[in-house]
Nanobody
Framework: VQLQASGGGYVQPGGSLKLACEASGFTLNRPAIGWFPQPPGKEREAVSCLSTNNDITYTPDFVKGRFTISIDRSKSTVYLQMANLTPEDTAVYFC???????????????????WGEGTQVTVSS
């Protein structure tokens, strides 16, 4: 299992950014996959997860309306579109999966077993 996150960078408050997570070594048709930012000094926390067996998503209330997860199987890539960013969104963003977990809810709650390298997102004026 390999996951490679990209697309991070610097953005001003109120701005948008789209992250990409390219998956290899497995097929995006069963396991759930999600995005988990880790702010400085804090633990990773799920902001969106997707069930790849039906493409249904789960986004926690605290980011709903700002963050959207999507998938492009032709590119084996899962995206996180982020809008209206605030300095509190500053974090290293990781994508993760668990090949034995199909539920987007369970993945978001229990955390992945497989992680890719993260991509830094910095929101600052």
């Amino acid at each position: 299992v390999q996951l490679q996150a990209s697309g991070g960078g610097y953005v001003q408050p109120g701005g948008s950014l789209k992250l990409a997570c390219e998956a290899s070594g497995f097929t995006l048709n069963r396991p759930a996959i999600g995005w988990f930012p880790q702010p400085p000094g804090k633990e990773r926390e799920a902001v969106s997860c997707l069930s790849t067996n039906n493409d249904i998503t789960y986004t926690p209330d605290f980011v709903k309306g700002r963050f959207t997860i999507s998938i492009d199987r032709s590119k084996s890539t899962v995206y996180l579109q982020m809008a209206n960013l605030t300095p509190e969104d500053t974090a290293v963003y990781f994508c993760g999966t668990n090949l034995g977990q199909a539920s987007r809810y369970a993945l978001c709650r229990r955390k992945p077993t497989d992680w890719g390298e993260g991509t830094q997102v910095t929101v600052s004026s």
